[in-house]
């Protein structure tokens, strides 16, 4: 594989037609989405912000055109959501990314799930700020969510549209009935 500089990646990214993740030199296109997925999406979003507001959390939902910043292994990934709470670690030069995020989220599909569950967890991990990690599953009413403590990460899963979605890192939940509203599956 051609490795590209990281200046070459921000041109490539701002002209391809789908968003392109950087991991050390090496550039990867984030695959389309379904509409399952895009709904999804749209609907952990909304949530996420919403959680934050009823709890007069300071902390900021951010859907998945901004980037986050991995500083650790040379990365700028694009998740399908994520929080980061005051002060916020951005970084603007070389490229506009958050480095602090405490909550990502990724809907998976069929064409992301291996993607999401190995090279991007293996970075997300380096990231010292986050807490949890969201897989939501776009073929089943289906929700892992990964918690740090300490080195190790411990797995919780909610299946059925009637379950709360815990969520320790904003002191929240998500209702599965509004992650996956307006999907039938």
Known sequence: ?????????LVLDEQAPERLEFYNGEVYALAGGSLHQGIICGNV??????ALTKGA??????????RIHIQAV???????????CPPLNTVSEPAEAIANPILIA????????????????HR?????????YVFID???????????????????????????????AINGSLSMEAIYSGVEL
């Open 124 to 132: 997300y991990r380096q990231l010292s700020s986050l807490q949890e």
């Open 74 to 84: 040379n990365a700028y990934v694009y998740p399908d959501a994520s929080i980061a």
């Open 1 to 9: 594989m051609t490795t590209v500089s990281f200046p070459d990646y």
């Open 138 to 168: 776009s073929q089943s009413y289906t929700v892992e969510v990964y918690r740090r403590k300490g080195d190790l990460w411990q797995i919780v899963v909610f299946t059925g549209l009637g379950q709360e979605v815990a969520l320790g």
């Open 45 to 50: 979003f909304a949530e996420l912000r919403s």
């Open 106 to 121: 990724e809907v998976l599909s069929p064409s992301t799930e291996s993607y999401d569950r190995g090279g991007k967890f």
């Open 57 to 66: 959390n300071p902390c900021q939902a951010f859907n998945s055109e901004v």
